[in-house]
Structure formats: structure tokens, C-alpha cells
């Protein structure tokens, strides 16, 4: 039977550089780490989240939950979408775009159920975001149905644990500018452990029997980042 419970979730920014495919990557894991399948849509050219999957089952950080989907045009993707769906084979559909500035952009968004984009706190990077935002406000004026556009949400990304008052500023405008996720992906070590190795739940696993005492307390700063991308996974679907 079909599986109606499915969610489609496309990472969506106007450049590179803006934490794209480190978010997809946490989010990725926070499915897995809640027990669900999750397939992988590298629609990006640079292969790098499909480069980091085969990382992470060759060093034993992957899972039997997460597979990887290798297509080369949108309508391909639309047909593995579809297949999913019917077949009941997967919870969770990450697709990790290219950009929004590339044609294909309007035909990958109408086949999300949420859009997600993240972005920094530096004023640049505040500007690529509102260009995202605008091109996704533009979109409902270009599709037959606007109604059945995918949700817009805006994580801001690599937070530090301490903000200024500039970081304090352009928070509040982002809240008042864009559809922003509550909870903020901080700066961490663990993400950058993440893009290394594999699924976040598998690094805390790996620490947690290590037989060496010493890696104990190297567990937890992992967990809390699973923590904390697991509650930007939750606010993006609970929408």
C-alpha cells in the first residue's frame, strides 16, 4: 500500500556555503535515529552528500534505514518519488539541491513537501536567504496551483553559543523576515564529526562503547546535537 505518511524534504539555498548539506546531513540523522527509512536524492553535481553516505557505510557510521537514490534529472526524481510512495519503501525523502538559481529549481520545489533553507548570521548571508525567499514567493506566481506549494522553513545555521549584539540583530530580523525554525543549529564540533564520519547516532554509539574511559565524555556533546536536529526535524514536519 501506498504510504501516505511519507514526507519529501528539500534543502534549498541560493549558494553554496550556507550549511546546506551539513543540515541535511543532521536532519538525515535524526530520522534514522527515531527508526525511520530515509532515502537520499543527490541532486546536487558535486555528489557530496552521496560521497559522505558511501563514507559513512564503508567506515561502519551508515545504517540498514538509509539508502541512496542516484538520478540525473528532475523527472527521474519524480519517478523515484513516486516509486516510494507506492511501494511504501521509505518514511523520509532528502533531496540536497544544487542551488535555487539552477532551472531546475521550480520542478524539484513542487515535488517537496517542505522546503528547507539555512542560513548564517552575517549580513551576506542574510541577503542569499531573502533571494531564496523571494524566489519562493515568486514560484506560487508561476505554478497552476499555488495552494499545493511545499512549506518554507528557515534554519538559522553555525550559531554560537554566545551571540553579539549583530548576531542578536539580524536574529530578529530573520524572525521578522522569514519563516524560522524555533530551535537554531549551533556551531558544534559534532557536525564537523558528522561531515566526517557518518550518522550522528552511530558516532555517539562508537564513543559509548569505547573501552577507553576517556571518550565518555565526548558522547554527550554528540547527543545534544542529535537532540538538537532532531527538534528541527520534528518543527518542520509538525507544520
Known sequence: MPNGSMRVIAAMARKGGSGKTTLTRALISAAVAAGRR?????????????????????????SPLLHL?????????????????EEDLTDFVFIDTAGVGAEWSDSVAVLA????????????????????ALWFEK??????????????????NMV????????????QRAIQRFPVVETVMMRRNAY???DEKGLLH?????????????????????VEALEEA???????IAE
Open 38 to 62: 530515509v532515502t537520499i536524492v543527490d541532486a546536487d553535481s558535486t555528489g557530496v552528500l552521496s560521497t559522505w553516505h558511501h563514507r559513512a557505510e564503508a567506515r561502519d557510521y551508515g
Open 69 to 85: 537514490v542516484e538520478v540525473q534529472s528532475v523527472a527521474a526524481i519524480e519517478r523515484e518519488i513516486d516509486r516510494l510512495y
Open 113 to 132: 513537501d517542505h522546503l528547507v533553507t539555512p542560513v548564517m548570521l552575517s549580513t551576506s548571508d542574510f541577503d542569499v536567504g531573502e533571494q531564496t
Open 139 to 156: 514560484l506560487a506566481t508561476r505554478v497552476d496551483d499555488p495552494a499545493a506549494l511545499p512549506r518554507h522553513h528557515v534554519v538559522l
Open 160 to 171: 554560537e553559543s554566545k551571540t553579539t549584539k549583530a548576531d542578536a540583530a539580524l536574529i
Open 192 to 194: 564537523k564529526d558528522m
Open 202 to 222: 552511530a558516532i555517539a554509539l562508537e564513543r559509548q562503547n569505547d573501552p577507553n574511559p576517556l571518550m565518555k565524555p565526548h558522547v554527550r556533546p554528540v
Open 230 to 236: 532532531m527538534d528541527i526535524l520534528n518543527a518542520i
